[in-house]
């Protein structure tokens, strides 16, 4: 049963303009949420995260908005450039889960 | 040497073979968990170790077995394995019961260990 689900394995957007990736999850108790992103050959590192009590984080250019009554959750980046491309995971936890739940990945491929 | 750091980084075994991965972090956590990434499915956790006490396991097939001696260093011994186990296999590391991820960066991966099994 798979709580966190990114339903585009892929998406491909142009350098400039804004890439959006989304997930959904289906656990109510979830309450703290990150994304990942992961080079080819590379573990995954940690881009933004958000907690329920937010509806949007901003870093840069990168944004995460929170949907908690849709249990939906996206990430945008604008603009976009090359050096983006890679796999974007989302992952959502609760408290004292301790561990993490994650989504299938979404691959951007940022064209120059 | 700072992070997460995973040996080896590829590896091909035979079913009938014995190996083992090895996952060291030099961050101070004191939690460490298994991986595994499989193509177009999501990271699937296999191992928990708090405190140096396994705390969850995942109903993971016993062909594959954890331990960790101390707070820094993980295994993951591996016997008698399947094709279906070629996958690429992450070790993690976070500061446990404090949520992981609460202020900074969550969860620190290695680079992980890409398996074969033929």
């Known amino acids: 049963d798979q709580q966190v689900k990114q339903n585009s394995p892929s998406l491909s957007v142009q350098e400039g303009r804004i890439s959006i990736l989304n997930c959904d999850y289906t656990?109510?108790?979830?309450?703290?949420f990150l994304w990942y992103k992961k080079y080819p050959a590379e573990g995954p590192t940690f881009l933004i995260s958000?907690?329920?009590?937010?509806d949007k984080n901003e870093d840069g250019r990168f944004t995460v908005f929170l949907n908690k009554s849709a249990k939906h959750l996206s990430l945008h980046i604008v603009p976009s450039q090359p050096g983006d491309s890679a796999v974007y995971f989302c992952?959502?936890?609760?408290?004292?889960?301790?561990?993490?739940?994650f989504g299938s990945g979404t691959k951007l491929n940022v064209k120059p | 040497e700072t992070g997460v750091t995973q040996t080896p980084r590829h590896l091909v075994m035979g079913m009938t073979n014995k190996k083992s991965l090895k996952c060291e972090q030099h961050?101070?956590?004191?939690?460490m968990y298994w991986y595994k990434q499989s193509a177009k499915k999501p990271l699937e956790l296999m191992f928990v170790?708090?405190?140096?006490?396994?705390?969850e396991n995942n109903s993971v097939p016993s062909r594959f077995s954890p331990e960790c001696p101390n707070s820094s260093h993980l295994f993951l011994h591996l016997h008698t394995l399947q094709p279906e186990d070629s996958a690429l296999y992450l070790c993690?590391?976070?500061?446990?019961?404090?949520?992981?991820?609460?202020?900074?960066?969550?969860?620190?991966f290695g680079s992980g260990t890409r398996l074969t099994v033929v």
């Open positions: 993690a590391s976070s500061q446990a019961y404090k949520r992981p991820g609460q202020g900074i960066y969550g969860y620190t």
């Open positions: 656990n109510s108790m979830f309450d703290y």
């Open positions: 958000i907690s329920s009590i937010k």
């Open positions: 992952a959502a936890s609760a408290e004292d889960f301790n561990k993490f739940y």
């Open positions: 961050l101070g956590h004191n939690a």
């Open positions: 170790y708090s405190l140096e006490e396994r705390v």
